[in-house]
């Protein structure tokens, strides 16, 4: 069963991944424009870009435990995941940066004083290194260190967890239930060792 399903996955180019993928911002940014996102459309889009990006690096994680316990190989698409997740949180950040602060010392204050912005252009400035180095000369270049380098994904996720749960007002169940996800993405990496005796 699960070798039709590879073979049916290795069939579906990666470009198809890309265009249905970024389908959303421009949908969403004429949405924006058209009174479709509701009475504070800018905020309503910064916030979409955001949470698409957190769910494309869930599901770039979930790729190497769906390969592990279910034996689904979608290493194929890995690469395109993790692009479309930097195009996301580069749409969400042009959106905060562009339409909603605007002003250049306002930019750099809230950086310094509001600590889930200071979270979130951390994680966005460890992401830059791995949407640079998403291609097959880095890949060859680097050997190892390459491997090393895209771990800072993990660090990435959890630091895009927290500026969503620090972001939101009050007690909600969304954000915790992304990190929580993230956490358990996170928790299936390890040798099965470890996971047994932690079980």
């Known amino acids: 069963m699960m070798n039709r399903i590879n073979a049916l996955l290795r069939r579906i180019p990666t470009w198809c991944i890309y265009l249905l993928g970024a389908l959303p911002a421009p949908w969403l940014f004429y949405q924006g424009l058209t009174g479709g996102l509701g ?33 689904i190989n979608l290493l194929k698409f890995r690469r395109t995941l993790g692009l479309l ?9 042009l959106v905060w940066l562009l339409l909603d602060v605007q002003l250049l010392g306002q930019i750099w204050a809230d950086i310094l004083k509001r600590p889930y912005i200071t979270i979130g252009m951390l994680a966005f400035i ?7 180095t998403s291609n097959n000369w880095s890949i060859r270049s680097m050997g190892r260190r390459w491997k090393v380098l895209h771990r800072l994904t993990y660090l990435a996720a959890i630091l895009g967890c927290l500026h969503f749960i620090m972001l939101v007002k009050g007690f909600q169940l969304e954000p915790l239930t992304y990190l929580g996800i993230v956490v358990l993405l996170l928790l299936t990496r390890l040798p099965k060792a470890r996971l047994n005796a932690l079980s």
């Open 85 to 93: 997740t930097f195009f996301f949180v580069s749409c969400h950040l």
């Open 39 to 71: 009475v504070e459309p800018i905020k309503a889009l910064e916030h979409a870009y955001g949470e698409i990006a957190l769910q494309y690096l869930l599901a770039t994680l979930a790729i190497t435990p769906l390969r592990r316990f279910v034996g």
């Open 126 to 132: 460890l992401m830059v290194p791995l949407a640079v």
